[in-house]
Structure formats: structure tokens, C-alpha cells
């Protein structure tokens, strides 16, 4: 007689149609396991999952994707890559913190809610400090990326319930591929390199803290079935580069031999008339250091740039061989 076969886990994706939602659900489709996308409108790439609409701001049907699912991961957010006019910034704010609310309110209203939930942050939260390594330590800094940070990880810890394991992840920016829902910051930073404009800004030494999609999926998965791992981690690559060097690499791997540099006047017109986005996501920066995942043994597949940078430009399917099941690193 044969063993009884494993139900497959059920995760549900809160946000994720965009690019890292869509890594994600590949990621734990590639895996065997059951997913569904909670999204405003249906993803623009078919894949390996099911989908539910929500509005992201009051309960629905879209609940009952919730009740008995092993986990739930909350991607929302309106983009930071705009202008930040007044409406764009209430935008930003109210799309994490009113998602946030809304599912807190849905856990409290079905029989059996995920017993773990993963909560996306930002590395912003710690401000734009020149030259200091953050590490989950660190204070907060000050401005408006600052602020949602913190308004975002008070909601969650107020919308978690008891008994449920919360883990937040303060996340750099992700460089990946295109899997039909953009590539995120790598984006209009290729563009950049590619036309001979990735070269040093406003004298370049920012931080530039970023993380390969693989390794973050294998992080958000660690969340998932890891039961010691609870609290706030940083999810970035351990080896953070100043933007001179970054765009130095990015532009070696994609063989660009060019890159004007760009003062901070040129940044400041460039991005608001040319780019439509904000001139300080270029300007400012910071250094964070992953020290948790550090300390609790988890092994980065892409620890250094020029690795991840290469194997995004290979002209290869996603990586295959390096995802493990989940409870594993």
C-alpha cells in the first residue's frame, strides 16, 4: 500500500502581480506547491497559479483564499519609481498601510488563518546615511521613505494575531529578469547603461544595496518554513556596492564601455522631465548589511555583484538546481 501523498502548501501572495510576486509564485510553482495571487487586475504572464481579485482595501470574497492557507506573503505597495507629488506620496503610504490593515481584518474573520505571515518592508527605512553599514540595529533615519517604513511595520504589528509567526523583511532593491511583469529596478538602470548614461552620480559614493531575485525568493521561502526565524530580517545581498561601483559592473557585464557621469543639477532635470521618477532614488542611498540571515547560517547564492549581474545577462532560462523545498536553506 502506498504512502499517503503530502498535500501540497497552499501560499497566498498578496500583491503579486508585480515583479517580485511573479518571481515568487515561479519560484514555488517550480517547488510543487499551490499558489494564489491576490492582485488588483489578473497578471499580465500566465503561469502556475491561481488568481483573486482584490481591491487591497476592504474584505471580500477574495477572504476565503485565506482560510487554510499554510501562509500568506504580503508584496503590496504602489511603486516608489515616480514623481512624488502629494497625491503619489498619499499613494505610496496608504497602498502598504491600508493592505496591511485589510488583511489583518481578514485573518480575524475565517476559521483558520495562515499560521505564518511574511510582511515586505524597505531597506529605506533607515534613511540615506553616506557612509554607515545599517544592520537590522540600526535607528530609523528621517524623511519620507523613512516614515512609511515605520507607519508600514507598526500597521503589521498591529494587524498580526496572536499565535501567528510574522516575519517583516526590510528589502533593497531586486534585480532579476523580465518574467512578463517587468524587471524592476534593473529596469531603466539597464536602459541607462545601455545608451552610455550609467555613470557616476553625484560623485557616486551611495550606497547601492541589492539583492538577486533567487536569493530573495530562497529568503521569503525560509520564512515560510523556518519556525525559529520571526522578527525583522534585512533581505539584501551581504555585499552592498557604492553606485559608481555598481553601474562600473553593470556596465562590464553587459559590455558598455561608456558611462557619462551626471552631477546632482543634471539628475534633479534628468529624472523628473526625461525618466518620470524621483531624482533622490539616483542621488541618495544606503549600505545594509543582511547580519540575522548572516548569523543564522543562511548561504547567499549570489554574494557578490559581478556574479549576479552575470548570470542575468547570460541568455538562459531562470536558475534551476539551486531552489530547495521549503524548511531547508
Given amino acids: ?118 510582511q515586505m518592508s524597505t531597506a529605506h527605512i533607515y534613511g ?50 523580465d518574467r512578463g511583469a517587468g524587471k524592476g529596478a534593473m529596469g531603466k538602470l539597464g536602459i541607462l547603461a545601455r545608451l552610455g548614461l550609467g555613470g557616476t552620480v553625484a560623485g557616486g559614493s551611495q550606497g547601492m544595496s541589492w539583492i538577486h531575485e533567487h536569493d530573495m525568493n530562497r529568503i521569503v521561502e525560509r520564512a515560510i518554513s523556518e519556525p525559529s526565524m520571526e522578527g525583522v530580517y534585512i533581505a539584501s545581498a551581504p555585499n552592498p556596492e557604492s553606485q559608481e561601483a555598481f553601474m562600473r559592473k553593470l556596465r562590464r557585464s553587459i559590455r558598455m564601455p561608456i558611462g557619462l557621469p551626471a552631477s546632482e543639477w543634471m539628475v534633479r532635470l534628468g529624472a523628473r522631465f526625461l525618466l518620470r521618477t524621483d531624482p533622490e532614488l539616483a542621488i541618495y542611498g544606503r549600505y545594509v548589511r543582511p547580519q540575522r540571515l548572516l548569523d543564522e547560517g543562511f548561504r547567499f547564492r549570489f554574494a557578490e555583484l559581478g556574479d549576479a549581474l552575470e548570470e542575468l545577462r547570460c541568455d538562459q532560462p531562470p536558475l534551476h538546481g539551486y531552489g530547495t523545498l521549503l524548511g531547508a536553506n
Avoid at 17 to 30: R, W, Y
Avoid at 76 to 103: Q, Y
Fill in 128 to 177: 540615506d546615511p553616506p557612509s554607515v553599514v545599517c544592520t537590522e540595529d540600526s535607528p530609523s533615519g528621517i524623511g519620507l521613505a523613512p516614515e512609511i517604513g515605520i507607519a508600514w511595520e507598526r500597521e503589521f504589528d498591529s494587524a498580526i494575531i496572536a499565535g501567528q509567526r510574522g516575519v517583516v523583511l526590510r528589502t533593497s532593491f531586486v534585480i532579476g529578469r
Fill in 1 to 118: 500500500m502506498n504512502p499517503p501523498r503530502e498535500r501540497s502548501k497552499r501560499i497566498v501572495i498578496a500583491g503579486g502581480s508585480g515583479f517580485l510576486g511573479i518571481s515568487f509564485a515561479d519560484h514555488l510553482a517550480e517547488l510543487g506547491k499551490s499558489v494564489v495571487i491576490l492582485s488588483r487586475h489578473c497578471p499580465k504572464v500566465h503561469g502556475q497559479w491561481d488568481h483573486v481579485e482584490w481591491d487591497a482595501r476592504s474584505l471580500g470574497d477574495w477572504v476565503g483564499a485565506l482560510d487554510g492557507a499554510d501562509a500568506v506573503v504580503n508584496f503590496t505597495g504602489r511603486s516608489v519609481d515616480c514623481i512624488k507629488t502629494p497625491d503619489h506620496r498619499d499613494e505610496i503610504l496608504r497602498s502598504r498601510v491600508e493592505a496591511t490593515r485589510i488583511l489583518g481584518k481578514a485573518m480575524r474573520s475565517i476559521a483558520s488563518p495562515p499560521p505564518v505571515w511574511v
